[in-house]
């Protein structure tokens, strides 16, 4: 009964692949999020969601591309991968316009 | 421009130690204002949320923080801590724009 899940936990790929990480939520939250944690610690929001329609779009390159199916999963997909792109991607969700969100274990990629 | 602040890096306290950790954050209205813990190799947790009324907010795992608009101050407290309360703590508010903005964090150390 997961509120908020993401996969892979891990993922080790060279520069150049291609990946994608999925999330999914059972909250039946409108909002999704993507945020990048880097080695610091350091948050920051990329992509948010909010019924399938993309509402925040962060300077973000144009590798990486955010996909929603529907208002419960929230994919991200990241092209050419770069070693800069090496951090943990969490995955949130929040009802609409409340900010109150709940975040998925994450996902470490490691890019080599 | 908005945003939140966590003027301390690392700290460290004696289990059973009462803890405070500070927060100020720059908004031009009242805020939301959230306290989030990140156990390691773990997701966010919300611990608390102030929208408004009564300043003094109750969280999970007996946590509180205080909102104090004069010095524009939201900082987390426990009376005493317990060795599994070492984690990584972030301060996060939102205002009037579609983004949580999160601190740099505030990794606490317990020792016995």
């Known amino acids: 009964d997961t509120a908020v899940s993401q996969t892979p936990k891990y993922l080790v790929t060279q520069m150049g692949n291609d990946k994608s990480i999925k999330c999914e939520q059972n909250l039946g939250h409108d909002t999704m999020y993507w945020y990048k944690q880097d080695s610091k610690k350091f948050l920051k929001i990329m992509f948010s969601?909010?019924?399938?329609?993309?509402?925040i779009n962060e300077t973000v390159p144009n590798r990486f591309s955010p996909k929603s199916p529907d208002k419960a999963h929230l994919n991200l997909h990241i092209n050419s991968l770069e070693l800069g792109d090496s951090a943990v991607y969490f995955c949130?969700?929040?009802?609409?316009?409340?900010?109150?969100?709940?975040f998925g274990p994450g996902t470490r990629l490691t890019v080599t | 421009a908005q945003s939140v602040t966590q003027p301390d890096i690392h700290i460290t306290v004696s289990e059973g130690a009462s803890l405070e950790l500070r927060c100020n954050y720059s908004y031009g209205a009242t805020p939301y204002l959230f306290w989030y813990v990140q156990s390691p190799g773990q997701g966010l947790q919300l611990l608390l949320k102030?929208?408004?009324?009564?300043?003094l907010v109750q969280g999970i795992k007996g946590f509180e923080a205080e909102f104090k608009r004069s010095q524009s101050s939201f900082n987390l407290r426990k009376p005493s801590v317990h060795w599994s309360d070492a984690a990584e703590y972030f301060c996060?508010?939102?205002?009037?724009?579609?983004?949580?903005?999160f601190g740099t964090g505030t990794r606490l150390q317990v020792f016995p």
């Open positions: 996060a508010g939102a205002g009037n724009t579609d983004k949580l903005i």
């Open positions: 102030y929208f408004s009324g009564d300043t």
């Open positions: 969601y909010n019924n399938k329609e993309l509402i």
């Open positions: 949130a969700s929040s009802p609409w316009d409340t900010y109150e969100q709940y």
